[in-house]
């Protein structure tokens, strides 16, 4: 038996599967708002706790102004830098009027109704 080729392959062919999933293992890291955002979208999480986990994973809050904004259709990198630097946090943008939301260059009427909707 020590001349059959089988269990050499199998051997390989295990250590091949086991290599490829401790690769996935230790190279994957889920970016937790992305994550957030996913869940949100799914409905699975509400938005109270979305903005909770936004908080908290985003130390920067012009970040999360950015990351709830670009859930927007239409809002991009561009538009959600140019509303990040308009308002002081998310509370700010939420107790805004819809003028000066519409006064953020890049954002326009239409935009702003979907974004004021977006974080009632």
Do not use: C, T
């Not at 709830?68 to 561009?78: F, L, Q, T």
């Amino acid at each position: 038996m020590s001349g059959d080729p089988l269990p050499l392959w199998f051997v390989l062919a295990v250590a091949v599967v086991l290599a490829s999933y401790a690769k996935d293992y230790f190279e994957s890291d889920p970016d937790p708002v992305a994550q957030a955002r996913q869940a949100y979208a799914a409905g699975e999480i509400d938005h109270a706790e979305y903005e909770r986990r936004l908080e908290f994973h985003l130390d920067d809050r012009n970040e999360r102004i950015r990351a709830v904004v670009e859930d927007v259709s239409g809002v991009g990198e561009e538009i959600s830098e140019a509303i990040a630097r308009e308002y002081d946090s998310l509370d700010d943008l939420r107790e805004s009027d819809r003028e000066r939301l519409e006064g953020v260059p890049g954002v326009g009427a239409q935009r702003a109704e979907a974004v004021l909707e977006r974080i009632e």
